[in-house]
């Protein structure tokens, strides 16, 4: 039993409106997604399952996720997939004027990704809270 990237990746898909991504060849979509997946993966420390176990063919865990496991992934991939249109932004207003950027559209773009980014943050740590809660039992607490 396995558990294919492809659940993970249509459950981020359904999270977010990229048309870029969208534009991408399958190729290079595919990669750009797995990217997203290998640094949420870093960041799902607490999972009990083995996350560093892949299949032979590489396109998925050998280890059977839970809905659980594969909704706290997709949220670490949103995480991943707003980073950089965070801080490509934030370039951008270290080159602009405060007036002219506090009075732009990319300024309100920017606050509102920073909005999501924080929002996705606290249901991810929640996740997490509810996952760990789920997941121990009180005798674990005595090793």
């Known amino acids: ?33 797995l ?31 839970t809905d659980e496991d594969i909704e706290l992934l997709a949220n670490l991939m949103v995480i991943e997939w707003l980073r950089p249109l965070i801080n490509n932004l934030e370039i951008l207003k270290h080159n602009m004027i405060p007036r002219e950027f506090n009075s732009s559209s990319q300024g309100n773009f ?8 924080k929002d996705t943050q606290a249901e991810i740590s929640k996740l997490l809270v509810d996952y760990s809660y789920n997941n121990n ?5 005595y090793d």
Do not use: H, W
């Open 1 to 33: 039993m396995a558990t294919p990237y492809t659940s993970i990746y249509v459950s981020f898909l359904n999270k977010i409106s990229d048309p870029y991504l969208a534009s991408l060849s399958d190729e290079d979509f595919t990669a750009q997604l």
């Open 35 to 65: 990217k997203f997946l290998n640094s949420s993966v870093a960041k799902f420390r607490k999972c009990k399952k083995n996350l560093s176990l892949r299949t032979i063919d590489g396109l998925g865990f050998t280890e059977d996720l």
């Open 110 to 117: 920017l606050r509102e990704l920073q909005s999501l980014r």
């Open 137 to 141: 039992s009180l005798d674990d607490l």
